[in-house]
Structures are given as C-alpha cells and as structure tokens.
C-alpha cells in the first residue's frame, strides 16, 4: 500500500553531513508518521529517529540527539533525515519506514511499522 525509497547515502569522512531522503507513494502520505532506522553488519536494526503526521512531534534517539535531524515535506511525500556530526559508528544501512502508531513513543519500536524502504547504504570512514 505504501512504498518507500531511500536516497541520499554515500561515503563521507567522520565530521561530515549526509541528507538521506525517503519517497513515498502508493497511499496517502500525511496519514503516516515516519521512522528512521539503521542497521550495521551482524547487529540489530535499530531506532534513530520518528516524525508525527504533522512533524511537530519528532523523537530521537540518544545516540543521534543533537546530530540528526528529521523533517518531513508532505507536499513531496517526502521525509528527510539530515544528519551532521557523523561518527564511524554511524555507519550503516539506513532503512525509512511508515507506521499508524498513535504516540510519538511507539515510533521507536520496529513492531509498529508497517512499511519498509530498501535501505541507503552510508559509511563513515575516520
């Protein structure tokens, strides 16, 4: 019903900024929050950052809080994850995903999303 693309991943030195970029299409865009995850090689996914319908709500994880920003263009069906200050050990596979989660505090768990990109891959070298 939903299908999400990933975009904007890429090698780039520690200390950088990278803009992912996640299209959606298929259904109506505004009626979903939006999660950003990420997953390295032989660890699991995990939270970075969720946005609400409207974007006045956003949730971060500790790890990115303060680095990481997330948007969102509903007029682009588009959400955006810019992401500055970037470490070695945010290398990964950056994954978007859509959800009908009725709180902000539900966006950080993988179960309560329905949809899922292929993934950018971004790698940050030291």
């Known amino acids: 019903q939903v299908q999400l693309v990933e975009s904007g991943g890429g090698l780039v030195q520690a200390g950088a900024s990278l803009r992912l970029s996640c299209a959606a299409s298929?259904?109506?865009?505004?009626?979903?929050?939006m999660g950003w995850f990420r997953q390295a090689p032989g660890k699991e996914r995990e939270f970075v950052a969720a946005?609400?319908?409207?974007?006045?709500?956003?949730y971060y994880a500790d790890s990115v809080k303060g680095r990481f920003t997330v948007s969102r263009d509903n007029a682009k069906s588009t959400v955006y994850l810019q992401m500055n200050s970037l470490k070695p050990e945010d290398t990964a596979v950056y994954y978007c995903?859509?959800?009908?989660?009725?709180?902000?505090?539900?966006?950080?768990?993988?179960?309560?999303?329905?949809?899922w990109g292929q993934g950018t891959q971004v790698t940050v070298s030291s």
């Open positions: 298929g259904r109506t865009f505004s009626s979903y929050s």
């Open positions: 995903a859509a959800s009908r989660a009725g709180t902000i505090q539900a966006l950080g768990a993988l179960s309560q999303y329905d949809y």
């Open positions: 946005i609400t319908w409207t974007g006045i709500t956003r």
